[in-house]
């Protein structure tokens, strides 16, 4: 109690110079909070969550210093988003960030037609109804996309260049994604494009995948696409040691397949895409309105490869294929 008076008197002492920032700190309005609802979890996002500060950063903002962070995770229970992102409009908060997985997006602009949104999400966000078009969202909704039926395109390519061979091709979906009717919509036309015979596969809980493995072999399935949903993302390690113990050729969305020992990944640059919210986020708070801030499309893309896990396989990687890769672990 002694130490705390004799601050006090000390405070007097200066003639108020000193409590006068307390004061004033006291009737200064309160920061701006930023609601980030996420369909997967903290554990595993901690690098998504590092780039998109890195965007806001770059926009002026920093945590603790001008702004707030309310964070909500649904670990993969998509059904508990409505309810986190009515939590965070009850907040007033001043805009909200949606990520892992179309599911969340959907439930904030449910909540709120009058909180600012921003999205990062897997498919056209104009088929989703998320706005209204991508130069023009309308509606207090926008974001990043990241264009899955162009890069379908592409995985599947790199992955038939690689394993030309194979008949059959399999995909992974996940059907409590509501965007998976336009992901198999995606995946199928990719498959005529290319003429590859293809069959698409549910999976939505960790037995579900060691039943997808199962079912590979039975219907001698000779490679693997892998969509970029959220809960596969956040399975990558069991998904991957799959792969590697039904010996079958894989291609992912994201490089932290590749870097859990996954075979190749090709996508957008996970991190950029989550600094690009930031920045839009930053955008949106010194006054910026949604409606007005065209959907981001990606320009860089990454095609990583994992020398030691085709190695394993007993693949050889083309030389062609090395030499577009951005990226190549040994």
């Known amino acids: 109690m002694a130490s705390h008076i004799g601050r006090r008197t000390f405070l007097a002492a200066l003639g108020g110079t000193a409590a006068w920032p307390l004061a004033a700190r006291a009737q200064q309005p309160a920061m701006p909070v930023i609601g980030f609802l996420s369909g997967r979890s903290p554990s595993e996002s901690a690098f998504a969550v590092m780039a998109f500060r890195q965007g806001l ?115 992974l979906v996940n059907p409590d994604d509501p965007a998976t009717g336009t992901i198999i919509n ?75 020992g996954g075979l190749m990944s090709y996508g957008i640059g996970t991190a950029d895409a989550y600094r690009q919210m930031g920045i839009y986020v930053g955008r949106v708070l010194k006054g910026a309105k949604p409606a007005d801030l065209p959907v981001i499309q990606p320009t860089k893309f990454e095609f990583v490869i994992n020398l030691n896990t085709a190695k394993s396989l007993g693949l050889t990687i083309p030389p062609g294929l090395l030499a577009i890769a951005d990226e190549v672990i040994e």
């Not at 909200?96 to 179309?102: A, F, R």
């Not at 219907?219 to 799959?242: C, D, M, N, W, Y």
């Open 57 to 171: 950063e770059e926009a002026g903002y920093v945590e603790g210093r001008n702004m707030h962070i309310a964070f909500r995770w649904a670990e993969g229970r998509y059904a508990q988003l409505p309810a986190l992102a009515a939590e965070l409009v009850r907040m007033q908060i001043a805009v909200i960030v949606t990520t892992g997985g179309t599911a969340s997006a959907l439930a904030a602009k449910a909540a709120t037609a009058t909180i600012p949104v921003v999205f990062n999400v897997t498919v056209d966000p104009v088929q989703l109804g998320l706005v209204a078009s991508i130069n023009r969202p309308g509606g207090n909704v926008t974001g990043v996309t990241n264009l899955s039926g162009v890069l379908t395109v592409k995985r599947l390519g790199l992955l038939r260049d690689l394993v030309p061979q194979v008949s059959q091709i399999a995909a």
């Open 186 to 260: 995606d995946i199928e036309t990719a498959a005529r494009t290319i003429g590859q015979r293809l069959f698409v596969l549910d999976a939505s809980s960790e037995h579900d995948l060691d039943v997808v493995f199962e079912t590979l072999t039975r219907q001698k399935a000779g490679a693997l696409l892998v969509t970029g949903e959220p809960f596969f993302i956040s399975r990558r390690e069991h998904l991957v040691a799959l792969a590697a113990r039904h010996a079958i050729p894989a291609i992912y969305g994201v490089r932290e397949f590749v870097a859990a």
